[in-house]
């Protein structure tokens, strides 16, 4: 299939979103940087929705009939660059101390889970849905229509579920796994991804067409959805444990929902000329690489997020975070890319990576 030109300039601002996201609510100590903090993380939340999404999307487009043939493709393509870059990361955190030795038993479920050193979970996840997926793509249309609906009534529920199990019984560290990192919500975006693709239609129908004709009504709900749910993340930031600013809420799960389609609407006329249009291609084309390499080459190995706690120099701090999170994978791949001549070592070296070809 030819490439479809918004999705590239989608996946830019996701992995833009995602590494952002991932450099907010770190190190931050006085109420100020709380608050702006909240915003921003709140802001930039829809990046991972929205891999989801892409994938969900374009799964539909695999022609693969066998179901072995088509979880053996994502595992070389998405699960074992993952696994490689795990076992070295692995591997270098233990040499720098940042883990207790290299323990084999911990490396093995690591390995299996992608729980560390770097936010691979998504991957693990990710791995799941496609299995699921490849049974409903082909389902029909109708069917799938259902699917979804049944999806995203489910995430409301569930989110409602978390709020008043926050707000009224106080109840908090038997759903933190599933609450800050809702594998529900994501398991939508990707069927979603999945229904557009079959259909070119939104799942709500009339009430996106209503809010794309209307966009200044749509983009007032969605502005006032990030404003909430910022405001109740500040509210909890400091009573929930660690990881609680990634807390689902309804007001997040809407609004990324909305997001997502706006950002959509705004790329389609998006022309990509000049200098933003070559940023995000290039972003894009390497996304999952600096998905992999950011977390654990930047804050983990490098240590600059350390700057982000002095107070004065948070965000000047955050800034350069973020820029090395997408620098550092570019310059890491740039040896890789050298090998271009030699086809036999470039092309099985950049997949085992999980660079671009």
């Known amino acids: 299939m030819s490439r479809i030109r918004h999705f590239d300039y989608l996946r830019g601002v996701a992995i833009l979103c995602v590494v952002v996201m991932h450099n907010t609510l770190t190190y931050v100590f006085s109420p100020t940087e709380i608050l702006i903090d909240c ?9 991972v929705p929205v891999f989801f999404f892409v994938a969900g999307y374009f799964l539909a487009f695999d022609r693969e009939s066998r179901f072995t043939s088509c979880i053996r493709k994502k595992s070389i393509r998405v699960y074992l660059p993952t696994v490689v870059w795990t076992i070295l990361f692995w591997a270098a955190l233990s040499f720098t101390g940042d883990v207790r030795g290299f323990d084999v038993k911990a490396l093995f479920w690591n390995i299996v889970t992608l729980r560390d050193p770097g936010h691979y979970y998504f991957i693990f996840v990710l791995m799941i849905l496609f299995v699921g997926g490849y049974w409903i793509k082909g389902i029909d249309v109708a069917k799938m229509r259902v699917i979804v609906w049944f999806s995203f009534v489910l995430n409301l529920l569930t989110i409602l579920g978390y709020e008043v199990a926050i707000w009224f019984v106080k109840v908090i ?18 069927v979603y991804g999945l229904y557009v693709s079959r259909t070119d239609r939104e799942l709500a129908g009339g009430w996106i067409r209503y809010l794309r004709e209307r966009k200044t009504i749509g983009l007032a709900i969605m502005v006032g959805l990030w404003i909430v749910t910022s405001i109740e993340t500040w509210y909890l930031f400091p009573r929930l444990a660690p990881g609680g600013q990634d807390y689902f809420k309804v007001a997040s799960f809407c609004y990324e929902f909305l997001a997502l389609n706006y950002l959509l609407i705004a790329l389609k006329g998006f022309k990509g000329h000049g200098l933003p249009g ?27 997020e350390v700057l982000a706690g002095m107070s004065h120099f948070h965000y000047p701090a955050m800034i350069l975070t973020v820029a090395l999170c997408i620098v550092v994978p570019l310059l890491l791949a740039v040896p890789v890319r050298l090998l271009r001549n030699c086809p036999w070592v470039y092309i099985p070296l950049s997949r085992l990576l999980g660079l671009p070809v």
């Open 39 to 47: 915003f921003l993380h709140n802001l930039v939340i829809v990046g």
């Open 278 to 304: 070559s940023i995000l291609q290039v972003l894009a084309r390497y996304s999952f690489f600096i998905y992999l390499v950011h977390i654990p080459t930047v804050p983990k190995l490098l240590g600059v």
């Open 173 to 190: 560290s038997p759903l933190g796994p599933f609450m800050y990192r809702n594998p529900l919500a994501w398991a939508f975006f990707f």
